[in-house]
C-alpha cells in the first residue's frame, strides 16, 4: 500500500504563489507517475498537472506558465509550485500516484489519492 499525504495549502492573495507538496510512503516503488488533480466547489475535479517516473511532466492549459510541477525521488515528494494564482485556481488539490509508465490524465488510471489540501485565492 502507498499512502499520500498533500501540504502546503492555505489562503493567498490573487498573484501570489505557493508550493504544494506530496509525499509518498508505503511500499513505493520506483517507476511511477504522479499527478495533480483539482475539484472547485460544484465541480468536477479536473487534472492540472503529472510528473513521471523520468521526469517528463504535462499541464493543463490553463495553468501552463504558472504552475510547475518537480519531483525529489531521494524524499519521494513531488512538489507543485503555483505563481500568478487566480480567484479560479481556488480548489481542494489532491495528489495521485500510478506505478507504471505513460502520461494520463483521466482520475480513473490513478489508484492512490491523498486526502487534499484547500487552495483559496482571495481577489
Known amino acids: 500500500q502507498v499512502q499520500l499525504v498533500e501540504s502546503g495549502g492555505g489562503l493567498v492573495q490573487a498573484g501570489g504563489s505557493l508550493r504544494l507538496s506530496c509525499a509518498a510512503s508505503?511500499?513505493?516503488?520506483?517507476?511511477?507517475?504522479v499527478a495533480w488533480f483539482r475539484q472547485a466547489p460544484g465541480e468536477e475535479r479536473e487534472f492540472v498537472s503529472l510528473?513521471?517516473?523520468?521526469?517528463?511532466?504535462a499541464h493543463q492549459v490553463s495553468v501552463k506558465g504558472r504552475f510547475t510541477i518537480s519531483r525529489d525521488n531521494a524524499k519521494s515528494t513531488v512538489y507543485l509550485q503555483m505563481n500568478s494564482l487566480q480567484s479560479e485556481d481556488t480548489a481542494v488539490y489532491y495528489c495521485?500516484?500510478?506505478?507504471?509508465?505513460?502520461?494520463?490524465?483521466?482520475?480513473?488510471?490513478?489508484?492512490?489519492w491523498g486526502q487534499g489540501t484547500q487552495v483559496t485565492v482571495s481577489s
Open positions: 495521485a500516484l500510478r506505478y507504471g509508465i505513460g502520461r494520463y490524465t483521466s482520475q480513473g488510471a490513478y489508484d492512490y
Open positions: 508505503g511500499r513505493t516503488r520506483n517507476i511511477y507517475t
Open positions: 510528473i513521471n517516473w523520468s521526469g517528463d511532466t
